[in-house]
């Protein structure tokens, strides 16, 4: 079973619905992670989480928010989808014991706002 | 302002080629430098990664990079192209989660 997972995994709404993403893990990690990606820009930060009771703002998180629900559950909720959200958007994950380690990467959700 | 640039969108090369992608961070990026592959219709996977010690980096797949303070870089490359080496490639500035646009690898036959 892969240790990062998304759903969906694609979704299709329109202007003005309320999506949720969700992501769970089975690595353990106490952070947990949001981006974006959109063609040349590469990934852009949404929102990050250091623990269950610590949420931060990334570069982009303005009509974004989150949920940490568990140390494995970290869900993105757009409040009112608009057709620039539509991208590729990843949860990833990652340990700080032992240094600074890597991110893993869920296979992400593609999303488009019509 | 804290950036990771990498320098090209798009890097052609021949099976058997040298693999040359660039990346080159701000001043203000702490470095810890990690390259990342992502394969189509995948997540984002670990090459390899620099925090301290030594400056020439090996990492999976044949890849190694070298991280220059002098010149704010931290290169990738691979001495023989292989045609499953063709992916996107991202530079993380990992301490400030600052990615690169990343590099679309293409590998010609």
């Known amino acids: 079973d892969a240790d990062v997972t998304q759903t969906p995994r694609n979704r299709i709404t329109k202007t003005g619905k309320r999506i949720m993403l969700e992501c769970s893990q089975t690595?353990?990690?106490?952070?947990m992670y949001w981006y974006r990606q959109d063609p040349g820009l590469g990934l852009r930060l949404i929102y990050y989480?250091?623990?269950?009771?610590?949420?931060n703002k990334g570069e982009i998180s303005d009509g974004y928010s989150v949920s940490r629900q568990a140390q494995a559950k970290f869900s993105l909720s757009l409040e009112s989808a608009i057709p620039n959200q539509t991208a590729l958007y990843f949860c990833?994950?990652?340990?700080?014991?032992?240094?600074?380690?890597?991110?893993?990467f869920g296979p992400g959700t593609r999303l488009t706002v019509l | 302002a804290q950036s990771v640039t990498q320098l090209g969108s798009h890097v052609s090369v021949s099976e058997g080629a040298l693999v040359l992608l660039r990346c080159n961070y701000s001043?203000?990026?702490?470095?810890?430098l990690f390259w990342y592959v992502q394969y189509p219709n995948q997540g984002l996977q670990l090459l390899l990664k620099?925090?301290?010690?030594?400056?020439l980096v090996k990492g999976i797949n044949g890849f190694e990079a070298e991280f220059k303070k002098s010149e704010t870089s931290f290169h990738l490359t691979k001495p023989s192209a292989h045609m499953s080496d063709a992916a996107e490639y991202f530079c993380?500035?990992?301490?400030?989660?600052?990615f690169g646009q990343g590099t679309r690898l293409t590998i010609n036959p």
């Open positions: 690595k353990g990690h106490d952070r």
């Open positions: 993380e500035g990992a301490q400030k989660l600052v």
């Open positions: 620099y925090t301290t010690g030594a400056t």
């Open positions: 989480s250091f623990d269950v009771k610590d949420i």
């Open positions: 001043s203000s990026v702490p470095p810890y």
């Open positions: 990833a994950t990652s340990d700080l014991r032992g240094g600074l380690t890597a991110q893993y």
